[in-house]
């Protein structure tokens, strides 16, 4: 069956950055992009971009654009998304997800979660 | 940019009927699909491609999205379907998420 693994919840200073992963499972992993959905405390969904895990290519919401590195390791199955110069902002769960379908996109399967707290 | 609303909260009795609709600019020219989520746990895909129910969503669940507005149905909710509900769409090579709508099932 098709499985996202987060790594786990993180706790940084503010200036600093994080690495979290996702590891896939259950199905051939560069067939599909890789996700990233940011959900503060209590907030609503927010996408922050995407990665082709074949090809490597990545694309950013504008908004995280500069500070955002999405990475992949196909030896291991895994996918990863660096955001660096954190701010109290970013204290969030972030979500992988699989992307299907192009234009008419959507996330058939999602990670557990894994929660990023910036606090000083 | 792309912006979906929906309203933030929604209240049904148990057996009823609810509708939650999402509205955007011109969003029937696009596909639209919705997201259960529950305290505490991931989005879960109740609809994609504006109308399809993917494996082992029940029935109940129906989507339609036509002119400016994409509505997700639940007949005969259940007390169990209580949860946040996100609609979500594609517009120029970014994903585009509605606010949200808590669904209270009276």
């Known amino acids: 069956q098709v499985q996202l693994v987060q790594s786990g919840a993180e706790v940084k200073k503010p200036g600093a950055s994080v690495k979290v992963s996702c590891k896939a499972s259950?199905?051939?992993?560069?067939?599909?992009?890789i996700n990233w959905v940011r959900q503060a405390t209590g907030q609503g969904l927010e996408w922050v971009g995407w990665v082709n895990p074949n090809s490597g290519n990545a694309g950013y919401a504008q908004k995280f654009q500069g500070r955002i590195t999405m990475t992949r390791n196909t030896s291991i199955g895994t996918a990863f998304m660096e955001l660096s110069n954190l701010t109290s902002e970013d204290t969030a769960v972030f979500y992988c997800?699989?992307?299907?379908?192009?234009?008419?996109?959507?996330?058939?399967?999602w990670g557990q979660g894994t929660l990023v707290t910036v606090s000083s | 940019s792309y912006e979906l609303t929906q309203p933030p909260s929604v209240s049904v009795s148990p057996g009823q009927t609810a509708s939650i609709t999402c509205s955007g600019d011109k969003l029937g020219d696009k596909y639209a699909c919705w997201y259960q989520q529950k305290p505490g746990q991931s989005p879960v895909l109740v609809i994609y491609?504006?109308?399809k129910r993917p494996s082992g969503i029940p029935e109940r669940f129906s989507g339609s999205n036509s002119g400016n507005t994409a509505t997700l149905t639940i007949s005969g909710t259940q007390a169990m379907d209580e949860a946040d509900y996100y609609c979500?769409?594609?517009?120029?090579?970014?994903?585009?998420f509605g606010g949200g709508s808590k669904l209270t099932v009276l």
């Open positions: 491609q504006d109308t």
């Open positions: 997800a699989r992307g299907r379908g192009g234009t008419s996109w959507y996330a058939d399967y």
């Open positions: 259950g199905y051939t992993f560069t067939s599909y992009d």
């Open positions: 979500q769409t594609w517009d120029s090579s970014a994903v585009v």
